[in-house]
């Protein structure tokens, strides 16, 4: 089993930036891809970020230039740096880790866009 520890969601004004967090223990030997999936109310969940064990990042259009992913092998964690947040960006913000042909995912963390 894949434990995950998320953190860094919150209530940000638009233009405003956060960095969420994402630590993955357990049973983790080869990790492929981790990322991030958004889901808004009333939406379906959405790919927002990808980044691949050799480090190749791929990216929503809605958030190309916002959004930045990163992880460190080292600490098994995927970081998701949000900068000029609009409304629209509000939603629960999940962390994945694909493992084999396994996907986990993280329990979530709100980021809510408001004045």
């Known amino acids: 089993q894949v434990q995950f520890v998320e953190s860094g969601g919150g209530l940000v004004q638009p233009g405003g930036s956060l960095r969420l967090s994402c630590a993955a223990s357990?049973?983790?030997?080869?990790?492929?891809?981790m990322g991030w999936f958004r889901q808004a109310p009333g939406k379906q969940r959405e790919l927002v970020a990808a980044?691949?064990?050799?480090?190749?990042?791929n990216y929503a259009d809605s958030v190309k230039g916002r959004f930045t992913v990163s992880r460190d092998n080292t600490k098994n964690t995927v970081y998701l740096q949000i900068n000029s947040l609009k409304p629209e960006d509000t939603a629960i913000y999940y962390c994945?880790?694909?493992?084999?042909?396994?996907?986990?995912w993280g329990q979530g963390t709100q980021v809510t866009v408001s004045s």
């Open positions: 994945y880790l694909d493992r084999g042909d396994l996907r986990y």
């Open positions: 357990g049973s983790i030997d080869i990790i492929y891809d």
């Open positions: 980044i691949s064990g050799s480090g190749r990042r």
